[in-house]
């Protein structure tokens, strides 16, 4: 079955640029959706189809996708910048979700 | 402006019934899917199911079929979450979310509820 692997945590420095992966045979094919939650609210779509950003969303926020592996990138990452970040796919007629990664700002 | 509103939390006992709601407004209701999240305390997000509120089209995740039913009143833009007999471990953060369409094109969740805490405990 598809699953999509996240890592469990990453860390990075403060105004640094942080890349969060997302990683399945062949996703570079599909379509991959990012949301960040922060600790008791409800996520927000930050980046869809791999690399649109919504309105609202700053443009330190950029997503990619290829081969077995999608990537969110950070750039010079702020303290509100941590939080828990899922990626998403559609894949046989429903939606998967990656187990999440926890971002931590050094 | 589009709002997912949910209904509050909920304590249950186990074998108990309950049904959250999700109002929405600022669109079409019956022009989106709404979608329903599960997460559990400190984990991750979990997709229940679907439903389309233009026909009422459904379709459950395998891991909730069966448990759970989501059905839709167009007359009222609400969408619902029900549970016959609820477990211990169906305590939970429960999401609505707006879909604008589905399959690999679309398929991205574009707005999400606040959440509905439900608590199942004897």
């Known amino acids: 079955s598809y699953e999509l692997t996240q890592p469990l945590s990453v860390s990075v420095a403060l105004g640094q640029t942080a890349r969060l992966t997302c990683g399945e045979s062949n996703i570079g094919s599909k379509n991959v959706h990012w949301y960040q939650q922060k600790p008791g609210q409800a996520p927000v779509l930050v980046i869809y189809r791999d690399s649109n950003r919504p309105s609202g969303i700053p443009e330190r926020f950029s997503g990619s996708n290829s081969g077995n592996t999608a990537t969110l990138t950070i750039s010079r990452a702020q303290a509100g910048d941590e939080a828990d970040y899922y990626c998403q796919v559609w894949d046989s007629g429903t939606v998967l979700f990656g187990g999440g990664t926890k971002l931590t700002l050094l | 402006e589009v709002q997912l509103v949910q209904s509050g939390a909920e304590v249950k006992q186990p074998g108990d019934s309950v049904n959250i709601s999700c109002k929405s407004s600022g669109y079409s209701f019956t022009d989106s899917w709404i979608g329903w999240v599960r997460q559990k305390p400190g984990k991750g997000l979990e997709w229940m199911g679907i439903i389309y509120p233009g026909d009422s089209e459904t379709r459950y995740s395998p891991s909730f079929q069966g448990h759970v039913a989501i059905s839709a009143d167009k007359s009222i833009s609400t969408a619902f979450l029900q549970w016959t007999s609820l477990k211990a471990s169906d305590t939970a953060m429960y999401y609505c979310?707006?879909?604008?369409?589905?399959?690999?094109?679309?398929?991205?969740?574009?707005?999400w509820g606040l959440g509905t805490l439900v608590t199942v405990s004897s």
């Open positions: 979310a707006r879909m604008p369409g589905v399959g690999n094109s679309g398929g991205l969740i574009d707005y």
